[in-house]
């Protein structure tokens, strides 16, 4: 039984680039609360957060950056080619990160929550979840993800899979083991047959119907897609893009691994589309498509105001809102449901700051709007 009564809890640990994020967001898909225990790691040494002074007491000024942050990557450096250090690191880090999950899990009203945590094992965390799963990858298929997908050196990629134990050791603690070494419909369906035998009493896979209104052009209503309806995703998308996006069942299919997508439709037909993630507490918002034959402001307000409900129900501290430059004109829609324009620099959060650099696509302009005011891993 897991450290918190009423909930089912799933650890979710791997090695470094074995799609241990990937399995959590099916696991999202399914129902289920994530956490990311990296993310929260990271929060836990930014700049006015708990860790932040101690680390920089134990290894010295040299590892802040220009603008006074802990410099991750000059840290990294350091501490994976030296065992000591890594075990200092990690005494001041995951007491914050755990304090930073029991919050996020008492807080949640989730029945199932999965913690995805590389050192799960290691830090204690295992102890306190029902079930522990781990995902494997060939060292090869590592190698080249790290390489390819995060632009690592080989030499600083195999110092990093070095670093951590053996693959083997985490799968001898293992409840499930799902090889993410084939395609993401492959993973999918380890993951979906896990949780059904795993995970008790799970609730059905309905189709959602979260908000219907009755206009004089019909019924509408907001449903958020399942990855069984990715082939029709694949073709409402090259719809409304008028072509000039063609993805194939198999490219939605992979977008599920990062990404849920709410659709408004009108007697049954989808006229409307959202593209969003959350991600460290961040809501992201994408991609957006609205039929012409639509008055925006009343779409994307019935969309946005489903998005940001169950960014709320995740815990989100903000969401953002990526508006393509084709929808430059249609600002003034989303200032009147209380978004502003900002930049990157002027959000002022780090963790916000680096989920901007990491989701907005090129040439598209920035809305943010504040969900809630209290964050986790505040000062002490």
């Given at each position: 039984?897991?450290?918190?009564?009423?909930?089912?809890?799933?650890?979710?640990?791997?090695?470094?680039?074995?799609?241990?994020?990937?399995?959590?967001?099916?696991?999202?898909?399914?129902?289920?609360?994530?956490?990311?225990?990296?993310?929260?790691?990271?929060?836990?040494?930014?700049?006015?957060?708990?860790?932040?002074?101690?680390?920089?007491?134990?290894?010295?000024?040299?590892?802040?950056?220009?603008?006074?942050?802990?410099?991750?990557?000059?840290?990294?450096?350091?501490?994976?080619?030296?065992?000591?250090?890594?075990?200092?690191?990690?005494?001041?880090?995951?007491?914050?990160?755990?304090?930073?999950?029991?919050?996020?899990?008492?807080?949640?009203?989730?029945?199932?929550?999965?913690?995805?945590?590389?050192?799960?094992?290691?830090?204690?965390?295992?102890?306190?979840?029902?079930?522990?799963?781990?995902?494997?990858?060939?060292?090869?298929?590592?190698?080249?993800?790290?390489?390819?997908?995060?632009?690592?050196?080989?030499?600083?990629?195999?110092?990093?899979?070095?670093?951590?134990?053996?693959?083997?050791?985490?799968?001898?603690?293992?409840?499930?083991?799902?090889?993410?070494?084939?395609?993401?419909?492959?993973?999918?369906?380890?993951?979906?047959?896990?949780?059904?035998?795993?995970?008790?009493?799970?609730?059905?896979?309905?189709?959602?119907?979260?908000?219907?209104?009755?206009?004089?052009?019909?019924?509408?209503?907001?449903?958020?897609?399942?990855?069984?309806?990715?082939?029709?995703?694949?073709?409402?998308?090259?719809?409304?893009?008028?072509?000039?996006?063609?993805?194939?069942?198999?490219?939605?299919?992979?977008?599920?691994?990062?990404?849920?997508?709410?659709?408004?439709?009108?007697?049954?037909?989808?006229?409307?589309?959202?593209?969003?993630?959350?991600?460290?507490?961040?809501?992201?918002?994408?991609?957006?498509?609205?039929?012409?034959?639509?008055?925006?402001?009343?779409?994307?307000?019935?969309?946005?105001?489903?998005?940001?409900?169950?960014?709320?129900e995740l815990q989100c501290e903000i969401s953002l809102l990526f508006l393509p430059k084709d929808l430059d004109s249609q600002e003034s829609a989303l200032i009147s449901l209380g978004y502003q324009r900002r930049s990157i620099e002027s959000l002022g959060v780090r963790a916000w700051e680096e989920a901007a650099v990491e989701s907005m696509p090129s040439g598209s302009l920035m809305l943010f709007k504040q969900l809630r005011k209290d964050r986790v891993l505040r000062p002490v």
């Amino acid at each position: 039984m897991s450290a918190w009564p009423g909930k089912f809890v799933i650890g979710l640990t791997g090695n470094i680039a074995t799609g241990k994020s990937v399995v959590r967001k099916m696991l999202e898909h399914l129902g289920a609360y994530g956490i990311d225990a990296d993310s929260l790691a990271n929060r836990a040494i930014a700049k006015g957060s708990p860790g932040y002074q101690p680390i920089v007491e134990t290894f010295g000024s040299w590892v802040l950056g220009a603008d006074g942050q802990i410099d991750r990557a000059r840290l990294g450096k350091m501490v994976f080619a030296d065992a000591e250090a890594l075990a200092r690191l990690e005494a001041i880090v995951h007491p914050h990160v755990r304090e930073a999950i029991d919050i996020l899990v008492r807080r949640s009203s989730h029945k199932v929550i999965v913690v995805e945590a590389i050192k799960l094992l290691e830090s204690g965390l295992a102890e306190l979840c029902d079930s522990i799963w781990v995902t494997y990858a060939p060292p090869q298929h590592q190698l080249a993800r790290l390489t390819q997908k995060r632009k690592m050196s080989e030499t600083q990629a195999l110092q990093r899979m070095k670093a951590q134990s053996p693959q083997e050791k985490k799968i001898a603690r293992a409840n499930v083991v799902i090889r993410n070494e084939g395609s993401y419909e492959n993973t999918w369906s380890q993951v979906m047959a896990a949780w059904y035998r795993q995970v008790p009493a799970p609730e059905e896979e309905e189709e959602e119907i979260v908000e219907t209104v009755e206009t004089v052009e019909g019924e509408v209503a907001i449903q958020r897609a399942r990855p069984r309806e990715a082939r029709e995703l694949a073709e409402i998308i090259f719809r409304f893009s008028q072509g000039k996006r063609r993805p194939t069942r198999e490219d939605i299919m992979a977008a599920f691994g990062e990404k849920a997508f709410l659709l408004l439709k009108i007697d049954g037909k989808a006229l409307g589309m959202v593209g969003w993630k959350v991600e460290n507490l961040v809501a992201r918002t994408d991609e957006i498509f609205i039929d012409s034959s639509l008055f925006f402001p009343d779409a994307i307000r019935l969309l946005m105001n489903e998005v940001e409900r169950v960014s709320r129900e995740l815990q989100c501290e903000i969401s953002l809102l990526f508006l393509p430059k084709d929808l430059d004109s249609q600002e003034s829609a989303l200032i009147s449901l209380g978004y502003q324009r900002r930049s990157i620099e002027s959000l002022g959060v780090r963790a916000w700051e680096e989920a901007a650099v990491e989701s907005m696509p090129s040439g598209s302009l920035m809305l943010f709007k504040q969900l809630r005011k209290d964050r986790v891993l505040r000062p002490v």
